[in-house]
């Protein structure tokens, strides 16, 4: 299994921006899809953005869908998100995810994940 340290959170002002980093180790990252979620208090873990291992697609949410992009350094075995434009609706724990197989934005079939990082984005 990869394990997974996410890095980056904080508390933001509605409109500005954070960069989220994951950084990866134990297997070999390469050959991870990855994917970020969160989950705001008191609902269900959620999909945000996944990229395959090659690095060659990427798929978001729709709710984050032209503000925010995935992207890894496979040299430096580190995952990121880049958010922008954040709304205090942004506020979670963000997640880092592994996958074996496929990418998706089924929580279910993510193979590792990460502890978490907190993002706060006040109005």
């Known amino acids: 299994q990869v394990q997974l340290v996410e890095s980056g959170g904080g508390l933001v002002q509605a409109g500005g921006s954070l960069r989220l980093s994951c950084a990866a180790s134990?297997?070999?990252?390469?050959?991870?899809?990855m994917g970020w979620f969160r989950q705001a208090p008191e609902k269900e873990r959620e999909f945000v953005a996944a990229?395959?291992?090659?690095?060659?697609?990427?798929y978001y949410a729709d709710s984050v869908k032209g503000r925010f992009t995935i992207s890894r350094d496979t040299a430096k075995n580190t995952l990121y998100l880049q958010m922008n434009s954040l709304t205090p609706d942004d506020t979670a724990v963000y997640y880092c995810?592994?996958?074996?197989?496929?990418?998706?934005?089924?929580?279910?079939?993510?193979?590792?994940w990460g502890k978490g990082t907190l993002v706060t984005v006040s109005s």
């Open positions: 995810a592994a996958y074996r197989n496929r990418i998706t934005a089924n929580v279910g079939r993510v193979d590792s």
């Open positions: 134990g297997r070999t990252f390469s050959a991870y899809g």
């Open positions: 990229i395959t291992w090659a690095g060659d697609f990427s």
